[in-house]
């Protein structure tokens, strides 16, 4: 059982420093951490060439995390690279049990690494910027002016500059705005409408033809 509960361990470490440094600016501590963390998983089961190959697969998944945090913000990428994270440190398990603790850890790691967001005095990461339109910005938490200019939006059209996947770049009246769709996909070039607006949070609608 200890062996076990270790690997948990092992792996929840990895995975809150790995996730928290992408998260909030540790100055590649948290990297630091987490690859000797993950190492000593990797080595305590593994043949040199297993080790090998099972790491690279890690920092594949773990670069397609980063990659669709700072490019593409859809979270799409970010979930196939989680996977592929979990399955590595589930292949490198010697048994069901192991693997299923060790799989555990890598979550409730990731989870807690959220908690980092919450201390404000932590300098943040530019990481998944655009799916922070999601957050609720009303004027009684001082979001005012512009932010409040944006309700003018509200039942006018427009086209998208980018495609919406949910998030991207709309234009109305020769303006540019990024808004976010209603849970769907929407093409570069389609008309849409402005369905409603809360904050800097504009939300929008494909405009369907007669």
Known sequence: ????????????????????????KM???GAIIGVLAIGMYFSAHLSTGDLILVAIGFAVGLGMIVADGKLLNDGILGVIGFVIVT????????????????ISGVIVGSLSSLLLLKIRLLPRRQMWGK??????????KGYNSMNESYQMLVGLTGHTETVLRPTGTITIQDERYDAVSQAQW????????????????????????D
């Open 27 to 29: 100055r590649g501590i």
């Open 87 to 102: 399955f590595s440190v589930g292949f490198a398990a010697p048994d069901m049990m192991s693997a299923a603790y060790s």
């Open 131 to 140: 799916m922070t339109l999601r957050d609720q910005l009303t004027s009684e």
């Open 186 to 209: 929407i093409e570069k070039g389609e008309a849409i409408k402005v369905v409603s607006v809360d904050g800097t949070r504009i939300l929008v609608d494909r405009l369907e033809r």
């Open 1 to 24: 059982m200890e062996s076990v509960l270790g690997l948990f361990l092992l792996t929840t470490i990895a995975m809150f420093f790995f996730i928290g440094e992408l998260l909030i």
